[in-house]
């Protein structure tokens, strides 16, 4: 391949590969005056360390859990999940906002954030679906929960449908699922520059190596390109400069592991099957800019589950709950009062705008 090949291989899949590839975008933008100002708060976390009230919360395999909350102990719970290679501090809108009458709680998935390494160097999905599960368990009691997850979050929820099916109408009273889908992520961005990168007949796990590899190329150049990147995989027109600067922090952070055991994982793994067993109401929200997981992915998911309605963010891209937070706020606050008071855990036309049904 020529010098000019390699090279717009080498953007292209920065481009596509989304907070992914993208490095430490924007960092010259959030240096000039009132970075500082603007950043001291943005991302605190929730008050409540649980796990640490609780001794700690392991996982099925031992995979240290990291757990916090804020809002009333006794309030109905809303268990947020977070997307690939990100961390709890993308729901800092939505607990700050949401736990004026809600239990907010929030975790790390394993080998994200503030959670342990993965035991055994399980990143599957379905382990994640477990994981989910026991944190679901460990804080809620007897109190109804609806389970919120951004992008992989809400695959790992409907993966806990798969592994544990009992809890859904017991614990799980309703689904949010922001920018996810079942199966068939090689669709969106993400998919594109694993596409991109593996060669004829070659592996999801050796392409997931290579995007590793490009991540960590990009993060150590300069030049505003990887903003660039990051804007037009990861968000919509009008994201703002410290959104993203954080987007592309929170997926430096992240460990080589998750780039390529856990991104193999993530394309290669078909949830459909589990989805009829997603027995409770689902709100299933896109942004109208999603390139990860693209519109179509959520019309297709909000059709295939058994009770769901498609809600779509004009001008959000991959991010709704940084882009749009009002909005996305709105959206889960109603549902979760459908489903939590109002429907007794089944939506209402009146309340949700009619009711998508499989044919």
């Given amino acids: 391949m020529s010098t000019g090949g390699r090279r717009a291989v080498a953007i292209g899949a920065g481009v596509a590969a989304g907070a992914v590839a993208a490095g430490a975008v924007g960092r010259s933008v959030l240096r000039r005056r009132h970075a500082h100002q603007l ?131 017991t614990k799980v009273k309703g689904l949010v699922l922001i920018g996810s889908a079942s199966a068939d992520l090689l669709r969106g961005a993400m998919g594109s520059v694993t596409e991109l990168l593996r060669p004829r007949l070659g592996s999801l796990s050796a392409a997931a190596r290579r995007v590793d590899r490009l991540r960590k190329a990009v993060l150590a150049s300069p030049g505003d390109l990887r903003g660039a990147a990051v804007r037009l995989t990861q968000f919509g027109p009008d994201a703002q400069p410290h959104h993203v600067d954080h987007i592309v922090r929170l997926a430096e952070r992240a460990s080589s592991e998750v780039w390529t055991d856990g991104l193999s994982g993530l394309m290669e793994i078909d949830l459909r099957h589990a989805l009829p067993r997603v027995t409770v109401p689902a709100l299933v929200v896109v942004g109208s800019h999603d390139r990860v997981t693209p519109p179509a992915s959520a019309v297709e998911l909000a059709g295939e589950l058994p009770d769901a309605r498609l809600q779509v963010i004009d001008g959000a891209g991959h991010m709704p709950m940084l882009e749009q937070p009002v909005e996305l706020d709105r959206m889960i606050r109603s549902f979760a009062r459908t489903v939590l008071v109002e429907g007794n855990g089944r939506t209402t036309k009146a309340a949700t705008g009619g009711r998508r049904k499989r044919s």
């Fill in 39 to 169: 950043e001291e708060h943005l991302w605190d976390l929730p008050p409540d360390d649980v796990a640490a009230e609780l001794g700690g919360i392991s996982a099925f395999d031992g995979t240290i859990l990291a757990v916090r909350a804020a809002g009333e102990r006794d309030a109905p719970v809303l268990l947020f999940v977070h997307g690939f290679s990100l961390d709890m501090t993308v729901w800092h809108d939505q607990w700050v906002d949401l736990s004026e009458d809600h239990r907010c709680v929030l975790t790390d998935l394993r080998g994200h954030g503030a959670s342990g390494k993965a035991a055994h160097g399980d990143l599957s999905l379905r382990s994640m679906g477990r994981d989910v599960a026991t944190v679901l368990e460990a804080v809620t009691a007897e109190r109804p929960a609806v389970v919120i997850g951004h992008s992989m979050g809400g695959m790992a929820a409907i993966a806990m449908a798969e592994q544990r099916p009992e809890l859904f109408g």
